[in-house]
Each structure stands twice: as structure tokens, then as C-alpha cells.
């Protein structure tokens, strides 16, 4: 059975927008990695600080680091939600197929290619 592959065409522009809006959120992404580190090091210097001040203990400050970090980790993973929704609802606005519409259409494409077979064996 012969592989069919399925592209989509896509005007100037459609190409030149999904260029920005990955480059945009290739620019985010990394942004976004540079402040959670310089974040996490500005933290660590504070509480080290503090700790050197008699201000906290110690184990005070770990774990506070422990509970900054974590309360990070979870609004980063409801902002990376939030940005996954917009991204989706933008590419379905400019009316881009999605990864699973496309799997449907090949699942499709596949079915009616085996059926062409069975009927050029007959």
C-alpha cells in the first residue's frame, strides 16, 4: 500500500503570521526561563541574607525557598495553561488545522486508500 501524505497549503501570509507568533513564543519561552533562574537566585541570595542576619533559621529559609518555589512552579503551570488556550483559539481563528484534525484526515485517506487497493485486486 502506497504512504499518502497530505500537505496543506498555505498562503503568504498564514506562513509569515505562524512565523511571528512562534518566534513570539520561542522569545517567551526563553524570557521566561531567564527570569525563573534570576528569580530563584535572587531568592536564594535574600534568604541567605537573612539567615547570615539571625533574621531566619536556617531550615526556616529552605523551606520557604521550598514553598516560594513551588507556589512558582504552580503558576507557571496555570500561565502555561492559559497561554496553551490562547495559542489554540488563535489557530483555530485563523483557521489551521490541528495536529488531530490532520491524524483524521490521514486516518481517512488511509481507509479509502486500502479500499482502492481491494477494488484494483478485484
Known sequence: MAKVEVKIEESPEEEMERGRILEASRKLMLASIGAVGLAQDEL???????VDRG??????????????MERRRKETERAEEQVEKRVEELLERMNVPTKSDIEALSAKIEALSKKVDELKKS
Do not use: F, G, N, T
Open 55 to 68: 533574621q531566619i533559621a536556617e531550615q526556616d529559609s529552605k523551606r520557604m525557598i521550598r514553598e516560594i
Open 44 to 50: 536564594e541570595k535574600l534568604a541567605q541574607r537573612m
